[in-house]
């Protein structure tokens, strides 16, 4: 599908993303924060559509790969396709994670874990201020 093809990089400067992002959007996903667990959109939404990045409005996550985890923040097994996120090494907070970025803007979304459904065994697990649905494209 079109919607979901590579992006061109969206570079902005911090100034410019705190002018498009709400305070709470910029810490998430320009500061690497993260919303407290059953509070963010998305945790317990099951509507139907594509999840784009709140940034910069790339493709990122389907509802048809969208499951309840347990954690309090809305989990995926799979993206739209291999170059929708980017995965880097995150060590704070005393741990080694996979976080995970938007490919096109460098969002920090979330994280991804290896205690997911089949048939990826895969848990996207993002932060919901980072994302928005777009109901009529699922």
Not at 37 to 64: I, K, Q
Not at 79 to 97: F, I, K, L, Y
Request: glycine share 8%.
């Amino acid at each position: 599908m079109a919607d979901v093809d590579k992006q061109d990089k969206v570079v902005r400067s911090d100034d410019e993303w705190r002018a498009r992002l709400t305070p709470e959007q910029f810490h998430i996903m320009r500061e690497a924060g993260t919303e407290r667990a059953f509070t963010g959109p998305f945790w317990n939404d099951h509507r139907v559509g594509l999840y784009r990045c709140m940034a910069c409005n790339a493709p990122l996550f389907r509802s048809e790969t969208k499951f309840d985890s347990g954690t309090g923040w809305p989990s995926f097994f799979a993206p739209v396709n291999d170059q929708a996120v980017e995965q880097r090494s995150d060590t704070s907070h005393g741990m080694v994670r996979t976080e995970i970025r938007c490919a096109t803007c460098e969002s920090h979304l979330g994280h991804v874990f290896e205690d997911g459904p089949n048939p990826t065994g895969l848990r996207y697990c993002m932060n919901g201020t980072a994302l928005k649905l777009d109901e009529d494209a699922g």
